[in-house]
């Protein structure tokens, strides 16, 4: 099946630094992928829908300055946290779409951030 | 707005017994309902769908029924086996396109 792989799958940095995690549709094209966040024991946190070649939406109470969103490819996806505080340490999921409004996604393995 | 409740887990059960996992969901309009399963180190995967009104969903001997006038979507299998030992979700589509909104997951334990 359509393979989506995250990079890195755990990273940890120091406050105040910015992490980029990237998010790669292998075998095939994503125009839409999404990036989700999860707490512990919690649910899975829509964040953003990022577009191939145009600016990412972003859910409601989503720091768009905090959580930079950027779709170059239509198989790369990147998510950027700024200046990064021990808050944002969380596990961050992206899935990508195959086709276009098909509903049909694959997810990536997740990447854990933990900000000392 | 569009929500998903889960049971809360974590569940243990032997193998062989039957599953059970509840999903109700709050949606406008006529939503895609979703169960995924994410097991140990991997990324979640679709485990089986549902796009409307009394259809069932079924895969690897899970089903669900999305049931609108109880706006919910149990998820069932007859005899689990130690291999379905996952994280569930289910999950609901309100518009086209892959925006999901995901309950909280139940962990599922299944003991030899």
């Known amino acids: 099946g359509a393979v989506v792989s995250q990079h890195p799958s755990w990273v940890i940095c120091k406050s105040g630094t910015s992490v980029k995690i990237e998010c790669r549709s292998l075998d095939f094209q994503a125009t839409t992928m999404f990036w989700y966040r999860q707490f512990p024991k919690q649910s899975l946190m829509l964040m953003a829908t990022?577009?191939?070649?145009?600016?990412?939406?972003?859910e409601q109470g989503v720091e768009k300055d905090k959580f930079l969103i950027n779709h170059a490819s239509l198989t790369l996806s990147t998510l950027t946290v700024t200046s990064a505080h021990p808050e944002d340490s969380s596990f961050y999921i992206c899935s990508a779409e195959a086709g276009v409004n098909t509903g049909e996604l694959f997810f990536g393995e997740g990447s854990r951030l933990t900000v000392l | 707005g569009n929500s998903v409740t889960q049971m809360e887990g974590p569940v243990t059960l032997s193998e062989e017994a039957f599953l059970t996992i509840n999903c109700t969901y709050t949606?406008?309009?006529?939503?895609?309902l979703f169960w995924y399963v994410q097991y140990p180190g991997e990324g979640l995967q679709l485990l089986l769908k549902?796009?409307?009104?009394?259809d069932k969903g079924s895969n690897k001997g899970f089903e669900a029924t999305y049931r609108k006038e109880t706006t919910s979507f149990h998820l069932e299998k007859g005899s689990v086996q130690v291999s379905d030992s996952a994280v569930y979700f289910c999950?609901?589509?309100?518009?086209?396109?892959?925006?999901?909104?995901f309950g909280q997951g139940t962990e599922l334990s299944v003991k030899p």
């Open positions: 949606a406008t309009g006529y939503p895609s």
């Open positions: 549902a796009t409307k009104a009394d």
């Open positions: 990022s577009n191939e070649g145009s600016k990412a939406t972003y």
């Open positions: 999950a609901l589509s309100a518009s086209q396109g892959g925006k999901l909104i």
